[in-house]
Structure formats: structure tokens, C-alpha cells
């Protein structure tokens, strides 16, 4: 029977606390990430309609149903648990009751002897084509529950510029060399087209806010909505540093907990990635007022330490709180903080053994300078950190778009099938034992799958770039060039190397601690 924990008083309440003895587990081998609309299309169906599920059925459920029966190496699924979607009910909330169409489909997965990693932790979420069909508001519901979605408004770049004292003059066409002063911008009301700032005596082409807004974001009470320069799509990031979400989080965590730390099936528990958002980096500026110049895609480079630092300091006291939540299961952040981002990156490794933690990442990439920086303390990027300490510690890495794109923050350039055959022997290394180009291997015990921005590479199939020369998802490759099939590709990795065990080659040495009893 689980165990009531309140976090505020740090203590246990209603049950008896159990003897210091570590009884969870950990399944080492390959788990795909079903993201949110994968696994909850009857929740999502019967709250928002069919309309909301885009495309992503009971069929397409079933069809992962049989990816994860190919091969006993398999083990399962990581599924996102969306608060937006597990809480209901109006002026505090409070109903759990949606949880049971997720314990269906855990005990699903259960009955087929497979495992699941849960994913209540979602600081920060993206909304791309699967949910195109909805307003912004509605996106947003992924994140936070109903009660907590008060919508305050829109920001766009005209608000940010009068709020900068900047001065923006009217125009009715483009503006004339003459108008103006350097620093200056012009707007033409009628076709909201942007122009500035004025710089050499020259105006710069002019921007059309009503398609590309590049400072424009969505304010709610407690959520940031910002746009991404990718795919037409939004990203929405909790305003965690704020104290009372801190404290309807940590209710929902508990009652996470109640239903499943008894569930055999559930072996442990993740977050969204660490990195913070551009829209967090906003929050913390004076007013929400994003600096001049700011872009969606630049928000790293504009972001002040303090606003990295309230939105980090606001997880770590969530995780904190939560952990002695969930005593038999593995518990771990993603990590993928650069080492500029305020050392939180020592600061989460020192109290991840305090708290009995684990580590995970989504990105495992050996062409990402600051993640895998091989220096002392206290500089030592995240990804080494996790290979220094999966002795200790349950290690998870993830598998995602970035490690299959030519462009993708530095990634080497695939540009043909032999090369698509050689990142995924090199990916499957750094996650393992290493090799002559990664370096150092994580030596994972668990690894995620990320299928919803890879089909292509999960399936095998052709490029087909509309545009070869565009820097789009593996442009490097001529089109119709062969993508061979990465299930494939593993599933002969696992006969070839005689891997009958489920663990896909990881990491099988139980690590010093697991579960929070340990």
C-alpha cells in the first residue's frame, strides 16, 4: 500500500514508515517515449474531443503496441503524464479520477510483460502539428490544470518597443531614408509590417508581424507561451518559481504517487528536460519585457543568471520535496544544462546522491561542447557527470531528432546510407561503452526512444527534402537516399552480439542506489 508523505512537514502520515530496505528495481534496455498524445487518447478524446487528438488514434497506439513485442530488449514505454490532462475540476482543483484511464494503460503494458517510466514532471512543453487545430489556450492545457490557466494577455514586439522607450513612427508604405533617426522604427499599421531599427542612415527590411512576430509572447498566470521559430509551433514553460504552483504540483505528485508506487509495472519516474525555455528567461526580466533584439531561437544567449536561476532553483525544490514520494522507484532529472547556466549542473550531481537521485538526458551528443566538457571541478559538463557516476546512480539517456539530424547543433553531417548506418552505431556507443569517435560512453542502464520526430529513422524509408541545400531535418542527404530502419539496425545488433537477456546490451550492474530507501 503506499505511502501518504506530506512534503511541508517532512513527514509521513497515516502509514508506517518502512525499514531502510531498497525493493525497487530497475529494467535495463530500450523503452520508447510515447509522447502525450500516444497513450491518452481516451482521456483527450472524451475532455477536448476527437479533433484534438490529430490524426493519433487506437489504431496508432496498437501499432506501438507491436514495435515493443519485436524484441524482448523492448522493455516498455516512457509515458508522459500531463498534469493539464490529471487534474480536474474547478477553484482548486483537485480530482485525480483521470488517473485510471492511465492505470489502463499501464496495467496494459503490465499484462505483456513489459515496463513503464512516468513522466509527471513536465516543467516546460512544445505544441507542433499534432495539435495544430487548436487555439493557443487550448495547447496550453497540456501544462496546467484549468484552474491555474488565467490568461493575462499578449506581448508583441510593438508593446516590447513603446515598453523600451523606443520610438516607432507610422508609415503607410515602406519608410523613406529621410524619416527617421538611427535606432528608430517604422510600422505600417495596415499591413503590420515592422521595420527597424534604423541603423547606418538604412532601413532594414521590414518584418511581418502577423506571420513572424519574433518577440511576441502569450502571459498567464502561471505559464509563459512563446513561439518557436521551428515548425510553426509554440512552447509553453511553467512559471515554477512561483510558490503556490510549487505546492498544487507537489499535490498532484502525491496523488501520482498513491496510484502507482504499488504497481509493479512502473519502475520509475522522470522530468521534462532541465534546460529552461526562452518564456522562463522572460519571466524574470523586469515587467516580462524580453530585451531588444531578442528571438525565439536566441533566448539562451539574452537570458540574464537570474532568470535561469528562478527557474532552476524552482525545479530543484519541487524534485527535492517530491522524491521521498515515490520510496521504490528510480527517480531522475533530465539533465541538459550547460555548464554557463549558474553551475547547476555540480549542484544537481552533489544532491542527486543526497536525495538518491538519477539522471537522465536528452541529448547524448558528442558534438555539443558544453555538455561534454572533460574538466575538473567545478567545470564538468552534464554528460560526463552521468558516465562518472552510473555506478551510483540509475542512468538514462534519450534518443532524439538531434542525434538523427545533419544540422542540429553542430551534429556531423549524414549524407548518405552508410553514414545514417554509422550514427546509429556511434549514438549506440556513446550510450554504452564508447568509441573512437564519441569518447566517452555513459554506460546507461536505460535508454528512450523518442519515435514521433524520427519515423523515417525508426522505420527506414528515403530522405525526401524538398529543398536540398535548406538546413531541414538531414538535408546533408541527397534526396532518395536509403534511411535504413534503426529497429532493424538493433534488433540485429541484439542477435549478432548474442543478447538474450532484455537489456540491449546496457548497463546491467545494479548501481549503488535505486529506490529512496537505499
Same mark, same amino acid.
Given at each position: 500500500?503506499?505511502?501518504?508523505?506530506?512534503?511541508?512537514?517532512?513527514?509521513?502520515?497515516?502509514?508506517?514508515?518502512?525499514?531502510?530496505?531498497?525493493?525497487?528495481?530497475?529494467?535495463?534496455?530500450?523503452?520508447?517515449?510515447?509522447?502525450?498524445?500516444?497513450? &491518452?487518447?481516451?482521456?483527450?478524446?472524451?475532455?477536448?474531443?476527437?479533433?484534438?487528438?490529430?490524426?493519433?488514434?487506437?489504431?496508432?497506439?496498437?501499432?506501438?503496441?507491436?514495435?515493443?513485442? *519485436?524484441?524482448?530488449?523492448?522493455?516498455?514505454?516512457?509515458?508522459?503524464?500531463?498534469?493539464?490532462?490529471?487534474?480536474?475540476?474547478?477553484?482548486?482543483?483537485?480530482?485525480?479520477?483521470?488517473?485510471?484511464?492511465?492505470?489502463?494503460?499501464?496495467?496494459?503494458?503490465?499484462?505483456?510483460?513489459?515496463?513503464?517510466?512516468?513522466?509527471?514532471?513536465?516543467?516546460?512543453?512544445?505544441?507542433?502539428?499534432?495539435?495544430?487545430?487548436?487555439?493557443?489556450?487550448?495547447?496550453?492545457?497540456?501544462?496546467?490544470?484549468?484552474? +491555474?490557466?488565467?490568461?493575462?494577455?499578449?506581448?508583441?514586439?510593438?508593446?516590447?518597443?513603446?515598453?523600451?522607450?523606443?520610438?516607432?513612427?507610422?508609415?503607410?508604405?515602406?519608410?523613406?531614408?529621410?524619416?527617421?533617426?538611427?535606432?528608430?522604427?517604422? &510600422?505600417?499599421?495596415?499591413?503590420?509590417?515592422?521595420?527597424?531599427?534604423?541603423?547606418?542612415?538604412?532601413?532594414?527590411?521590414?518584418?511581418?508581424?502577423?506571420?513572424?512576430?519574433?518577440?511576441?509572447?502569450?502571459?498567464?498566470?502561471?505559464?509563459?507561451?512563446?513561439?518557436?521559430? #521551428? /515548425?510553426?509551433?509554440?512552447?509553453?514553460?511553467?512559471?515554477?518559481?512561483?510558490?503556490?504552483?510549487?505546492?498544487?504540483?507537489?499535490?498532484?505528485?502525491?496523488?501520482?504517487?498513491?496510484?502507482?508506487?504499488?504497481?509493479?509495472?512502473?519502475?520509475?519516474?522522470?522530468?521534462? *528536460?532541465?534546460?529552461?525555455?526562452?518564456?522562463?528567461?522572460?519571466?524574470?526580466?523586469?515587467?516580462?519585457?524580453?530585451?531588444?533584439?531578442?528571438?525565439?531561437?536566441?533566448?539562451?544567449?539574452?537570458?540574464?543568471? /537570474?532568470?535561469?536561476?528562478?527557474?532552476?532553483?524552482?525545479?530543484?525544490?519541487?524534485?527535492?520535496?517530491?522524491?521521498?514520494?515515490?520510496?521504490?522507484?528510480?527517480?531522475?532529472?533530465?539533465?541538459?544544462?550547460?555548464?554557463?547556466?549558474?553551475?547547476?549542473?555540480?549542484?544537481?550531481?552533489?544532491?542527486? #546522491?543526497?536525495?538518491?537521485?538519477?539522471?537522465?538526458?536528452?541529448?547524448?551528443?558528442?558534438?555539443?561542447?558544453? +555538455?561534454?566538457?572533460?574538466?575538473?571541478?567545478?567545470?564538468?559538463?552534464?554528460?560526463?557527470?552521468?558516465?562518472?557516476?552510473?555506478?551510483?546512480?540509475?542512468?538514462?539517456?534519450?534518443?532524439?531528432?538531434?542525434?538523427?539530424?545533419?544540422?542540429?547543433?553542430?551534429?556531423?553531417?549524414?549524407?548518405?546510407?552508410?553514414?545514417?548506418?554509422?550514427?546509429?552505431?556511434?549514438?549506440?556507443?556513446?550510450?554504452?561503452?564508447?568509441?573512437?569517435?564519441?569518447?566517452?560512453?555513459?554506460?546507461?542502464?536505460?535508454?528512450?526512444?523518442?519515435?514521433?520526430?524520427?519515423?523515417?529513422?525508426?522505420?527506414?524509408?528515403?530522405?525526401?527534402?524538398?529543398?536540398?541545400?535548406?538546413?531541414?531535418?538531414?538535408?546533408?542527404?541527397?534526396?532518395?537516399?536509403?534511411?535504413?530502419?534503426?529497429?532493424?539496425? +538493433?534488433?540485429?545488433?541484439?542477435?549478432?552480439?548474442?543478447?538474450?537477456?532484455?537489456?540491449?546490451?546496457?548497463?546491467?550492474?545494479?548501481?549503488?542506489?535505486?529506490?529512496?530507501?537505499?
Amino acid at each position: 500500500m503506499a505511502r501518504k508523505y506530506d512534503p511541508f512537514s517532512k513527514q509521513y502520515v497515516g502509514y508506517i514508515q518502512p525499514a531502510a530496505t531498497d525493493t525497487s528495481q530497475i529494467k535495463p534496455g530500450f523503452y520508447f517515449k510515447a509522447h502525450n498524445l500516444q497513450h &491518452h487518447y481516451t482521456v483527450i478524446q472524451n475532455m477536448y474531443g476527437v479533433g484534438a487528438l490529430g490524426g493519433r488514434t487506437q489504431a496508432e497506439w496498437n501499432r506501438r503496441l507491436g514495435w515493443v513485442n *519485436e524484441s524482448t530488449s523492448f522493455r516498455g514505454f516512457q509515458l508522459s503524464v500531463p498534469w493539464g490532462l490529471y487534474e480536474t475540476g474547478a477553484n482548486g482543483g483537485g480530482n485525480f479520477t483521470n488517473l485510471d484511464h492511465l492505470e489502463t494503460v499501464v496495467n496494459e503494458l503490465g499484462a505483456l510483460g513489459k515496463y513503464v517510466i512516468l513522466m509527471p514532471f513536465q516543467f516546460r512543453e512544445f505544441r507542433n502539428s499534432d495539435v495544430s487545430g487548436l487555439g493557443i489556450d487550448e495547447q496550453m492545457r497540456y501544462l496546467l490544470p484549468e484552474d +491555474l490557466r488565467t490568461h493575462q494577455g499578449v506581448i508583441t514586439s510593438i508593446d516590447i518597443l513603446q515598453a523600451q522607450g523606443k520610438t516607432i513612427r507610422s508609415v503607410t508604405g515602406t519608410p523613406s531614408a529621410a524619416l527617421g533617426v538611427n535606432g528608430d522604427y517604422a &510600422h505600417n499599421a495596415t499591413t503590420n509590417i515592422l521595420y527597424g531599427p534604423k541603423a547606418g542612415g538604412v532601413w532594414p527590411a521590414g518584418i511581418d508581424l502577423d506571420t513572424n512576430d519574433p518577440r511576441r509572447h502569450w502571459l498567464w498566470d502561471y505559464a509563459y507561451g512563446y513561439e518557436k521559430n #521551428q /515548425n510553426g509551433g509554440f512552447g509553453f514553460e511553467m512559471k515554477i518559481y512561483k510558490s503556490d504552483l510549487r505546492t498544487r504540483m507537489l499535490r498532484f505528485a502525491q496523488a501520482v504517487a498513491d496510484k502507482f508506487n504499488a504497481n509493479p509495472t512502473v519502475i520509475g519516474i522522470h522530468t521534462s *528536460e532541465s534546460i529552461n525555455g526562452g518564456a522562463s528567461y522572460i519571466g524574470a526580466n523586469a515587467g516580462g519585457i524580453v530585451a531588444d533584439g531578442y528571438t525565439a531561437t536566441a533566448a539562451l544567449d539574452v537570458a540574464s543568471n /537570474n532568470a535561469r536561476r528562478a527557474g532552476l532553483t524552482g525545479k530543484t525544490t519541487v524534485l527535492q520535496a517530491a522524491r521521498p514520494m515515490f520510496p521504490n522507484k528510480f527517480f531522475a532529472q533530465d539533465i541538459n544544462v550547460p555548464l554557463y547556466t549558474v553551475n547547476y549542473v555540480k549542484e544537481y550531481f552533489d544532491y542527486m #546522491q543526497q536525495y538518491k537521485m538519477g539522471s537522465t538526458t536528452s541529448d547524448v551528443g558528442w558534438w555539443e561542447p558544453d +555538455l561534454n566538457i572533460l574538466g575538473p571541478e567545478p567545470n564538468r559538463g552534464c554528460l560526463p557527470r552521468m558516465a562518472d557516476t552510473s555506478s551510483i546512480a540509475p542512468t538514462t539517456a534519450q534518443w532524439q531528432q538531434d542525434g538523427w539530424d545533419s544540422v542540429v547543433h553542430g551534429a556531423p553531417s549524414i549524407t548518405n546510407t552508410a553514414g545514417y548506418n554509422q550514427r546509429y552505431a556511434d549514438i549506440y556507443a556513446r550510450t554504452t561503452t564508447g568509441n573512437a569517435v564519441t569518447g566517452f560512453g555513459m554506460n546507461c542502464h536505460m535508454c528512450i526512444i523518442q519515435l514521433e520526430t524520427s519515423y523515417n529513422v525508426w522505420l527506414g524509408g528515403t530522405t525526401q527534402n524538398t529543398d536540398p541545400t535548406a538546413t531541414g531535418y538531414n538535408s546533408a542527404a541527397p534526396n532518395g537516399t536509403v534511411v535504413p530502419s534503426l529497429k532493424d539496425w +538493433l534488433k540485429a545488433k541484439f542477435t549478432a552480439d548474442g543478447i538474450t537477456d532484455g537489456s540491449g546490451g546496457l548497463n546491467t550492474v545494479r548501481p549503488l542506489y535505486v529506490g529512496y530507501n537505499s
